[in-house]
């Protein structure tokens, strides 16, 4: 189910920020679709973003965000 797409690279010591980055990004885009298929989240998950409350106001509305900006971006004219 999910290890279908899974690659598995070697990062180097430079790259460390945008290899957290991208994972960070992931990682939310899961649990959004986790959340909106009615699922809760895992005890781990809990610990690290809190309360789902916590996790939408700290994490996904930010993320949300981001693929609006990126959804007007590429609609413009400019």
Do not use: H, W
């Given at each position: 189910?999910?290890?279908?797409?899974?690659?598995?690279?070697?990062?180097?010591?430079?790259?460390?920020?945008?290899?957290?980055?991208?994972?960070?990004?992931?990682?939310?885009?899961?649990i959004?679709?986790?959340?909106?298929s009615?699922?809760d989240?895992?005890n781990?998950?809990?610990?690290?973003?809190?309360?789902?409350s916590?996790?939408r106001?700290?994490?996904?509305?930010?993320?949300?965000?981001?693929?609006?900006?990126?959804?007007?971006?590429q609609?413009?004219f400019?």
């Amino acid at each position: 189910m999910f290890g279908e797409n899974i690659e598995f690279r070697a990062i180097e010591p430079n790259n460390y920020k945008l290899f957290q980055s991208a994972d960070l990004i992931c990682t939310l885009a899961l649990i959004k679709n986790k959340l909106l298929s009615g699922k809760d989240l895992t005890n781990s998950e809990e610990k690290f973003f809190g309360s789902v409350s916590k996790l939408r106001k700290n994490y996904l509305k930010f993320f949300e965000k981001i693929e609006f900006d990126k959804r007007i971006k590429q609609n413009s004219f400019f």
